[in-house]
């Protein structure tokens, strides 16, 4: 499953899987793909380093990358966190106060700080993120949220770090091109996290007609060895792989409720929704989903707002396991992700699927 970027790599498999967990990055690695380290929830810049050392010494010297979120347009300039907050409309937090009395969850215990902190989207932590990252040997670094500012993409290639960037529509794509990205990860609707509005069918060969001749990532509703083969047959160089590693031995998910789930979930269980971040991102659809996108309701804030509102609401949902209101960034692909398998398990499924699905179309086009 080789192909020139992956080549270029130094990869086995064309196969780049992101996560947030560096366990599973570094299984992904192992296993001959390219695992992503999500850095969006490291706001110490200690335990970043923690987790790169940790890295190092359980990838077999594989090659690595990690994942921003830098927002392409600033949403704030200059103001510290606090004064964020202060933005922060009164109804809203008693919005969050009530939907979460009338669920009965607990407060965290005295002293004990929220666990869930979104604030790697702005600007100045996501700098700080890579002022430890370009420390250690990264091959590529991933922006969620458009093309990084141009001092960041000059800083990665002085260091000889490929910059990718994710895209769902062949518009943000030229952008990326004329922005000097490396690689541009076509992002279907299917997708969890923020998507746009654009099938993975459709996006995929819009966006490697429009970036010709830079390579191309597909993501979004992969989750099989067929559907790589699709991807790649499309015209990408490879397939960026997220949901699938979720429910992976390897992942530390905070609670083995939320797992079960993901587990029992179907391809329909799943909402675009503004309730986590303020943009549009696939997650388990929940009555706390609903609740934000409720027309009665106030409505989500714009990041970073949301994120920091709902910070404590979260970690209180997950430390008691709220069933109602427990959820996760998903794509579409759960409806796959049916046991528990080790990340070495996935990857053997993948490319026997693969070899499949190319002894498939070698039949159909007389040549096995």
Known sequence: METELSKKLGVEHAIFGFTPFPAVAAAISRAGG?????????????????????????????????????????????ISEADIEAMIPDGHREFVRDTLAKHGVPELPEGEASGWRITGWMEQVARNQLDVAFDYPIKLLANALGS????????????????????????????????????????????????????????????????????????GGIGSGEQIAAGLALGAQ?????????????????SRALTEKLLSAGSGDTVRSRALTGKPARQLRTEWTDAWDDPAGPGALPMPLQGLLVAEAVSRI???????????????????????????????????????????????????
Do not use: C
């Not at 397939?239 to 992942?251: K, M, N, Q």
């Not at 398998?341 to 190319?358: H, K, P, Q």
């Open 34 to 78: 390219f695992g992503v380290l999500g850095a969006v929830r490291y706001t110490a810049r200690d335990d970043l380093a923690r987790d790169l050392d940790w890295m190092q010494d359980h990838t077999g010297g594989k090659p690595y990358g990690l994942d921003v979120v830098m927002p392409a347009k600033k949403a704030v300039d200059g």
């Open 148 to 219: 990084p500012p141009a001092d960041v993409v000059a800083r990665a290639h002085d260091h000889g770090v490929l910059v990718a960037a994710l895209a769902g529509s062949a518009k943000h794509a030229r952008r990326h091109a004329e922005a000097g990205i490396d690689v541009v990860v076509a992002q279907g609707y299917e997708a969890g996290g923020h998507t746009g509005e654009i099938a993975s069918m459709v996006l995929v060969p819009e966006i490697v007609e429009a970036v010709d001749p830079l390579p191309v990532l597909a993501a």
């Open 318 to 368: 997950q430390k008691y396991e709220v069933q109602p209101l427990l959820g996760t960034p998903v794509g579409q692909i759960v409806g796959r992700m049916n046991t528990e398998r080790s990340v070495r398990a996935v990857f053997d499924d993948l490319t026997r699927g693969f070899e499949r699905a190319i002894d498939r179309i070698n039949r159909i086009a007389g040549r096995a």
């Open 238 to 254: 490879g397939v960026w792989l997220g949901s699938l590693w979720l429910t992976t031995t390897e992942a530390e998910l905070h």
